[in-house]
């Protein structure tokens, strides 16, 4: 399978800090040297939110591959207040993404044709991406080590680019190397052991057809 031009962002501004975070915990991402890349007010603020945004980096990409930038934590304050995130208060812990939120959060934001797929099996990807762009698959964190057997399935999201009835791509917001982070490719098999069966489809909508000339006034 070919490489994607879609571009990759971590959900780490610094996109090898992985290992540090599995090691430590979101306190490794005080030492981020480029956390204000994030749009966060402080590195406090980025800590607490980089742990949480595998969505919203996949959606960073979804974005860049259009030509836009968008800081991510900007994309998840929008996200907030859709419902696609909820703050608790009194502890300051974030639930999410959430999907339907989330689903209409992009439509109206940015024009992208979206929906949320459950009870999708990892056999019915390759067709996905027949009718959408993209898909962003929630998988289990541990899709790093695809050798490794997960203890379940779910809880990260991927960016899923391209799928066969053998193979399938995707860029991972938490991967730990080079390997791991963009156009990782695994036979879909593989996948399925980590793939929670569920999902967004997302596309551009489509360029209105150029008048023909007998159509011009």
């Known amino acids: 399978m070919q490489p994607s031009d879609v571009?990759?962002?971590?959900?780490?501004?610094?996109?090898?800090?992985?290992?540090?975070?599995?090691?430590?915990?979101?306190?490794?991402?005080?030492?981020?040297?480029?956390?204000?890349?994030?749009?966060?007010?402080?590195?406090?603020?980025?800590?607490?939110?980089?742990?949480?945004?595998?969505?919203?980096?996949?959606?960073?990409?979804?974005?860049?591959?259009?030509?836009?930038?968008?800081?991510?934590?900007?994309?998840?304050?929008?996200?907030?207040?859709y419902g696609g995130y909820v703050v608790n208060q009194a502890d300051a812990s974030i639930k999410g993404l959430i999907y339907d939120p989330f689903v209409t959060f992009v439509r109206e934001r940015f024009g992208l044709l979206a929906e949320t797929r459950t009870s999708v099996a990892t056999t019915e990807i390759p067709g996905i991406l027949t009718e959408r762009q993209f898909f962003i698959a929630s998988v289990n964190s541990g899709?790093?080590?695809?050798?490794?057997?997960?203890?379940?399935?779910?809880?990260?999201?991927?960016?899923?680019?391209?799928?066969?009835?053998?193979?399938?791509?995707?860029?991972?917001?938490?991967?730990?190397d080079q390997c791991s982070q963009a156009n990782v490719t695994l036979p879909l098999d593989t996948f399925d052991l980590f793939f929670a069966n569920r999902g967004i489809a997302l596309s551009w909508p489509a360029e209105p057809a150029s008048p023909t000339r007998s159509d011009r006034r």
């Open 143 to 176: 899709i790093r080590w695809p050798h490794r057997e997960p203890p379940s399935k779910g809880g990260h999201l991927v960016l899923v680019t391209a799928a066969s009835p053998d193979t399938i791509r995707f860029h991972n917001p938490s991967g730990h």
């Open 7 to 81: 571009p990759y962002f971590s959900q780490w501004e610094t996109a090898d800090m992985t290992s540090q975070v599995l090691a430590e915990g979101p306190l490794a991402l005080l030492r981020d040297p480029l956390w204000r890349n994030s749009g966060a007010e402080t590195i406090e603020e980025y800590a607490r939110w980089a742990v949480n945004v595998c969505g919203m980096a996949c959606l960073k990409m979804i974005l860049a591959a259009r030509g836009e930038c968008h800081p991510i934590l900007s994309l998840a304050r929008v996200c907030t207040d």
